[in-house]
Every structure is written in structure tokens, then in C-alpha cells.
């Protein structure tokens, strides 16, 4: 036994051999890396499936303004900040965010656990969900 074994203790009394051991009522402490979350399949389709059905209304309404301000434009004023390109920029990008997340809810894996990282809980967009 090293010096360091017989000086180092768990908070509970334990020593480092006992832990390593596996002596009755000792475990090796756990090391958690970055943020994760574990969800169900149900939970993740449900998410999914909102964030589409989100990105389908923002782009409907982006559509719709788009459609309003055509038709009540002067064909000769020139501005230099168009109004209905920026809108069907926008709906264009709702549209395809909404594609994404109905391709991801289609095609995940029924009854099964999916830990999700802080990369994946982002690009789903839980943040924008709850913050």
C-alpha cells in the first residue's frame, strides 16, 4: 500500500481500496460528462412535432403578410430594404426547419431512451422551448 492509499478517504470513511474492492456499501464515485438528458421516445416525438407544427405557423404567417404587403405595394417605389423579400426570407426559413422536424419525428426509434447532449438539445431547439 502507497502512502497516498492510506492517507486518502472517502467522505463516507472509505479507503481507496476498500472502493476499489467493492466492499459492501462502497462505490467508485461517478463522473458525469457535459449535460444530458435522457428522454423517452414519446417525449421527443412530442417535442418534435410542436417545434414543427411551430416553424408551419410562423412560416403561414409569414406567407400570408408577404401576400398583403404585394398587394398593397406601389410597383414604383424602390426601397432599398424590401419589406416582402425579408418576409419570405423568413418563411422560407420556417419551412424548412419545419420539414427537419418532421423528418426527425418520423423516423425515431419507437419505445426506446435517446440521451440528448447540449449540441443535440439546441439544434431541437429546447432552449428557444423553455427560456
Known amino acids: ?10 467522505r463516507r470513511g472509505h479507503s481507496r481500496q476498500d472502493l476499489q474492492s467493492g466492499a459492501p456499501g462502497c462505490r467508485l464515485p ?10 423517452s421516445t414519446a417525449e421527443l416525438r412530442d417535442h418534435v412535432q ?3 407544427d411551430f416553424h408551419e405557423a410562423k412560416a403561414k404567417w409569414y406567407r400570408d403578410h408577404a ?3 404585394r398587394e398593397g ?4 417605389l424602390n426601397l432599398s430594404n424590401d419589406p416582402v423579400s425579408s418576409l419570405e426570407r423568413s418563411r422560407e ?3 424548412q426547419k419545419a420539414a427537419y422536424f418532421k423528418i426527425i419525428a418520423k423516423y425515431l426509434i419507437a419505445s426506446e431512451t435517446y440521451r ?5 438539445l439546441a439544434r431541437l431547439e429546447f432552449s428557444s422551448a423553455y427560456f
Open 1 to 10: 500500500m502507497e502512502i497516498g492509499d492510506r492517507l486518502w478517504t472517502s
Open 30 to 39: 461517478v463522473v458525469i460528462e457535459g449535460i444530458k438528458i435522457e428522454m
Open 50 to 52: 410542436a417545434r414543427a
Open 67 to 69: 401576400a398583403s404587403l
Open 73 to 76: 405595394r406601389d410597383p414604383e
Open 93 to 95: 426559413s420556417h419551412e
Open 116 to 120: 440528448l447532449a447540449e449540441t443535440d
